[in-house]
């Protein structure tokens, strides 16, 4: 699913940048009930930071910045919450205890994370806060992994792939707690449905639904008439759990900068760090601009654009595809208050928003070429509506928005935090992939805010690099 992930938001044919796209665009938004400031301010924040200094001083767009196109247009979290007030790029040198690069919802847990703890954060980011990975986030907070808990516990042992599983469970728990304290922040506490794509899976999700529920996890193993029932859903086997919850990822992100800010953090956009040097005592970080900022210790929280700051290839980038409905609170049922997906993979994902649209995923593949990706668009949303309908008869998809996007994913399913053997101790990363993105989150900012004041997380170990050599 697009946890995290950036992407293309689009209507019609026509491309992005021209006058036609823009036009296509905010007729087509006005039209799915977006407000039309909203719309002028992307509109407005769009063009302006693909021709400010975001990446260099000259305004130009680099290679390297073409190459990781993570997104273009404006995703609907973007169009629904408009532009944040825009942050002043970092003119000086800088001091501080812990510098984070980026400003995403990874990067937010970091920072709550570490200034609670009575450390002095600076965040660089070389866009908008919240306008890279996090703005196209699909926000499905689930404990399931996308690798079942059988599959991980056949390659790293039951003992760590409940620990996987149990530490999740626990974040969507914490994660939804915390949004709602922050009362600016669309979230609710759902179901997830977990049903098989085709008659082979059915008995491997039996047996995947008997292991949980042998591990504390509690969950329903419902049957074709059941889901059909209860859910309008034509499959064989379903697992329902009671612990998951959706959120808006750009409110989320804000917010807990705010909060961030109120508490001493400072944050910096339009910055770009082009060269890390760690030292004996710390490590100094070099941007576009060529201002340094020495710091104790620097946290990579990049979203997918992560992996350039490393020579080892840790994850592999795909292309992913998603839409969002007018609003049809009306005919929605069931997945008002339940987030589904399904046991094929690629798989085919939906929730819905507080509004009543749907938000409907999938089609992923392994292109990672931006403008072959977008060009794919139009006929992966068909691909899209159809799976869906074959599996919810009595569900229509009045379509709103279409987007496209670049991901990441381990070979595992499990992310890395912490540091990597090419910078050593003082540098972390926060590589927060797959589809529980902000749920392995809010995971990582506890497993570094340990390591920074000398205790070892219980999964510090599990999603550290090192596992890398266990496989």
């Known amino acids: 699913m697009l946890d995290a992930s ?14 036609h796209f823009e036009y296509a665009h ?23 930071l693909h021709s400010s200094s975001a990446n260099n001083d000259s305004g130009a767009l680099t290679v390297e910045e073409a190459k990781m196109d993570l997104k273009s247009g404006s995703p609907y979290w973007m169009l629904k919450n408009a532009q944040s007030a825009f942050l002043a790029p970092l003119a000086a040198n800088h001091r501080c205890d812990v510098l984070v690069v980026g ?22 980011e070389k866009r908008q806060v919240g306008w890279g990975s996090t703005s196209a986030s699909t926000a499905l907070l689930q404990y399931e992994i996308d690798v079942e808990l059988q599959a991980l516990a056949q390659r790293f042992g039951i003992e760590d792939g409940v620990l996987a599983y149990r530490s999740c469970e626990k974040a969507v728990i914490a994660l939804t707690r915390l949004a709602r304290s922050l009362r600016k922040v669309d979230v609710r506490s759902m179901h997830s449905l977990y049903f098989s794509s085709h008659w082979y899976h059915e008995r491997r999700l039996r047996r995947e639904a008997a292991l949980r529920q042998r591990h504390g996890f509690k969950l329903e193993c419902l049957d074709a008439d059941a889901l059909q029932e209860r859910f309008g859903l034509d499959a064989g086997v379903g697992l329902l759990s009671a612990t998951a919850a959706e959120v808006d990822p750009v409110q989320f992100a804000r917010c807990l900068l705010d909060r961030a800010q109120r508490d001493g953090a400072e944050i910096f956009e339009r910055t770009q760090v082009v060269e890390i040097t760690p030292t004996a005592r710390g490590v100094n970080a070099r941007t576009a601009a060529g201002h340094v900022i020495r710091c104790k210790h620097l946290v990579i929280a990049a979203g997918y654009e992560s992996q350039s700051f490393l020579d080892q290839r840790v994850a592999r980038n795909r292309s992913s595809y998603a839409l969002v409905t007018d609003p049809i609170p009306e005919t929605i049922g069931a997945l008002q208050d339940c987030l589904v997906w399904e046991s094929a993979r690629p798989y085919l994902y939906a929730r819905s928003t507080r509004e009543g649209r749907l938000i409907v995923g999938g089609e992923d593949d392994a292109l990672d070429i931006p403008l072959r990706r977008d060009a794919r668009l139009s006929k992966k949303a068909q691909a899209i509506c159809a799976r869906f309908q074959r599996r919810f008869a009595g569900i229509k998809l009045p379509v709103a928005f279409t987007w496209a996007g670049t991901f990441a994913e381990t070979a595992d ?24 993105g902000i749920t392995y989150s809010a995971i990582g900012a506890e497993i570094i805010r340990d390591h920074l004041l000398g205790s070892v997380h219980p999964c510090a170990t599990l999603f550290a690099f090192e596992r890398l050599r266990r496989t």
């Open 6 to 19: 950036a992407a293309l938001l689009n209507h019609g044919r026509a491309k992005p940048g021209s006058s």
């Open 26 to 48: 905010v007729h087509r938004a006005q039209g799915a009930g977006i407000p039309e400031d909203n719309i002028r301010a992307c509109a407005g924040l769009r063009f302006r």
């Open 103 to 124: 400003a995403g919802i990874s990067a937010a847990l970091i920072a709550r994370s570490l200034g609670e703890a009575g450390m002095k954060v600076c965040l660089l």
């Open 413 to 436: 399913g499990l992310p890395f935090f912490g540091a990597h053997d090419q910078y050593g101790p003082r540098v972390h990363f926060a590589m927060a992939y797959g589809g529980n």
